[in-house]
């Protein structure tokens, strides 16, 4: 919470080297990535290394801001999460929302299950083009998520048939619950609603 990194990963970086195939994943549970800048990419967290391969359970992506010092990624800017090429991310039951940008994924084999991606359009950073909730190369592993901002998909290869594109307001508490009862089975709840 709080971080700034000069370069990318403000919250967490994940650096794995690919030896054969992908090793074993970070673990990330119930965590928060709130209020985080870079000055390039993965505001909140990024996959950097061929190899790295982290999965996301419960987490929540809130008020985080890439770009602040560059844009070299000329085509859409950086998401509070980015994945690098060569890296893999498995994200389930997570919630990104109020950060400048989503999601930006050029790895393989990623999957993002029963999230929510909803309204990520902050000011900040240097980019200027409109603001994704999702950019992401590999989308097959997208299922069951929410999505609705100033571009729901950048690329057009989300199935519109398995995920729901432009929902009614989750109407979240201010812990980040969603109260519309349609998103019961979806997003982030905070931990000690698990126990």
Known sequence: MDNYSAVCGAGLSVQHHLVDGFQDSVLCRHCVFRNNRTGVSGSATDLLSAGS???FENCLFVRNVSNVRIDVNRRSGYGALTVFPRCRAIV???TFTENNAGVDDRGSGSSYTDCIFWNNRRPGGVNTRPRFELDITDAAGVRGCFIHGQ?????D?????VNTFD??????????????PRYAEVGYRPVQDHQ
């Open 53 to 55: 391969f982290a999965v």
């Open 92 to 94: 389930r039951r997570c």
């Open 151 to 155: 571009v729901n998909d950048l690329r």
């Open 157 to 161: 290869n989300v199935s519109v048939a």
């Open 167 to 180: 929902p009614p307001d989750p109407a979240f508490d201010g812990e980040f619950r969603p109260k519309n």
